[in-house]
């Protein structure tokens, strides 16, 4: 009895169309944009790290085999999935507008990786090329426009994860990479299973004697080739009838691409196990008690400007409590004290009576004291400032943030902006960029600067520790942000720094959430919002640098270049199935 042999697609559980649902159209759309919310999901405050692998699962579920331009708007689609809920409290006291477009900016960068996975998931291994294309995006959207913007990075949801010591080996482009290269294998491995499921149910159904079925295969990669679809790319096969001969058996799935699959789940806890050793808080240099001043602000959003001498005062009042439970016995002396940025909006170098409350404030404490300071020179532009304020000397030194936020510190092509919203005339007065790196010698610590915005950028941060920084503070001013997730999701930024560069972090912030941080990225300390407080904690200090460190930029760029090994590649076989279907 002869049996009719056809080819099975060995995904086509989730590739083959379904005429009798309209709506199956829908469902990888639906599913692209789910695969941004459950991103969104798992970053802070909610502890819910694990659900960035179903996400990436489920964005390789979406984009598998999708042609480019399919891939493009899939990525769109996921992209605004995450960054819309994940950006909102940009619109916080501005209103929609500057939310929505940020977002829909920002996407572009996520449908331009979701293009780029599309087109490598034809190839061999490709759970690792698709996690080198999503970095890639990473890279760029932390460079480009207007100095880049690199909020969501998929580390920085990650400071309770199990990935997190890899933070230590190559920085955040490592640890987000071994994020994404998890959930995609985690599909493929599925994926893979299914097939030889499939597979085995046609072995049992040839060796009946009745129909059978074949697994066709990719000349390429040894995985099944694509399934039909309007957006499924096209994909060479290798796979014959067998004939239709009784008792023909289909040829059994190469185990490669399985391997493959298991070796991207594997590779990363693997690795993260691995470098456990790296993450380390043992106080190499001995240790520093610091305190970290929360003066609070007097109202929330973009008004409490209005009222700098309020928050200079509560500041001051803040370091003068902190004095007087000193000398009773109630707190231990710190070595010195950090204020947040914009502590004093009022310029101390031009304001006589400024600097003489801050003058007292810190001669109560008698320790050095970094003030965050909005300086304004009689001409140019004005400078976000931190202070070295010595109880002896005054000010002594100076760090002039380097990386000002576009839209909220200067405003480019401020008159078509203004056409859109009138927010824009707030900043009346653009603030200007520092060029040094910011290092101050606190009582014989050396504490390394990041003002606020930076801390989400590697370079800003690892400076201060390549310039001997034996730990890091991040002042901040989050209070034009209500009580939205920003401060968390910015907390969460320091903690992988801290791992990445085995540094305490301290974070005073002037309406909270202030923290201390050791190098592990463990909370030891922090503050409620909205809320005048003080922190005195007893913290590590170390000088040994971590390879992420030691690398810089290099582990980023391994990854851009496996990126764009695979995009060139998959460009190659395109160029050759073509030539190869023109002869």
């Known amino acids: 009895m002869s049996a009719t042999i056809s080819p099975v697609d060995a995904s086509a559980a989730d590739t083959a169309p379904t005429p009798a649902s309209p709506l199956r159209r829908f469902v990888r759309p639906g599913a692209a944009l789910l695969s941004g919310l459950l991103l969104y999901l798992s970053f802070p405050p ?100 207007f100095g880049g913007f690199p909020w969501g990075k998929i580390a920085f949801g ?237 000010p002594v030194a100076t760090y002039d943030k380097r990386h000002v936020q576009p839209f909220g510190e200067y405003i480019p092509m401020r008159s078509f902006v203004r056409v859109f919203n009138s927010n824009v005339d707030r900043v009346s007065r653009d603030f200007g960029a520092g060029t040094k790196v910011g290092v101050f010698d606190l009582a014989g610590t050396k504490v390394g600067l990041a003002t606020c915005y930076e801390a989400a950028f590697d370079w800003a941060v690892r400076d201060t520790v390549t310039h001997g920084a034996q730990l890091i503070s991040v002042p901040s001013n989050n209070a034009t942000f209500g009580r939205s997730e920003m401060t968390y999701q910015q907390l969460a930024m320091s903690r992988v720094r801290a791992v990445e560069h085995s540094r305490s972090v301290v974070v005073p912030v002037t309406s909270g959430v202030s923290a201390v941080i050791r190098p592990d990225g463990e909370i030891v300390a922090e503050t409620k919002m909205f809320t005048p407080d003080v922190l005195v904690e007893k913290v590590p200090l170390r000088s040994s640098l971590t390879p992420a460190t030691r690398m810089g930029t290099l582990p980023e760029a391994l990854l851009v270049a496996l990126a764009a090994a695979g995009l060139g590649w998959s460009a190659f076989r395109s160029v050759r199935a073509r030539r190869t279907g023109a002869e």
């Open 46 to 145: 909610r502890p819910l790290w694990w659900l960035a692998l179903p996400a990436f699962a489920l964005l390789g579920w979406s984009l598998r085999g999708r042609r480019l331009r399919a891939g493009f708007g899939l990525g769109y689609l996921a992209g605004l999935g995450f960054l819309l809920p994940l950006l909102i409290w940009t619109g916080e006291e501005v209103g929609p507008g500057p939310w929505l477009a940020l977002a829909a900016i920002e996407a572009l960068f996520v449908a331009l990786a979701g293009l780029g996975i599309a087109a490598v998931s034809r190839l061999p291994w490709w759970p690792f090329f698709a996690a080198g294309v999503w970095i890639l995006a990473e890279a760029a959207r932390a460079r480009v426009p």
């Open 158 to 394: 990650q400071a309770d994860g199990i990935f997190l010591p890899l933070a230590a080996v190559g920085g955040t482009p490592v640890l987000g990479f071994a994020v994404a290269l998890c959930g995609f294998g985690l599909y493929e491995t599925y994926r893979q299973i299914q097939a030889r499921r499939a597979a085995g149910t046609a072995a049992g159904t040839v060796r009946d004697g009745d129909t059978g079925t074949d697994v066709a295969t990719d000349t390429a990669t040894g995985t099944e080739a694509g399934a039909v679809g309007s957006d499924r790319a096209p994909a060479s096969r290798t796979g014959t009838g067998l004939g239709a001969t009784t008792g023909a058996r289909p040829r059994s799935l190469p185990r490669g691409p399985l391997v493959a699959a298991a070796l991207a789940v594997l590779v990363p806890v693997t690795g993260a196990l691995a470098a456990l050793p790296l993450v380390d808080d043992s106080a190499e240099d001995g240790t520093a008690t610091v305190a970290a001043v929360q003066g609070n602000v007097p109202r929330l959003g973009l008004d409490f400007n209005s009222q700098r001498r309020a928050v200079l005062d509560n500041h001051v009042a803040r370091t003068r409590e902190l004095a007087a439970d000193v000398r009773a016995g109630r707190a231990p002396q710190p070595d010195f004290v950090l204020w947040p940025e914009n502590s004093s909006d009022i310029d101390p170098y031009a304001n006589a009576d400024a600097a003489d409350v801050i003058d007292g404030a810190v001669r109560a404490i008698g320790v050095p004291t970094v003030i965050g300071a909005v300086i304004a020179p009689e001409t140019g532009k004005l400078r976000n400032t931190l202070i070295q304020w010595d109880p002896d000397s005054g």
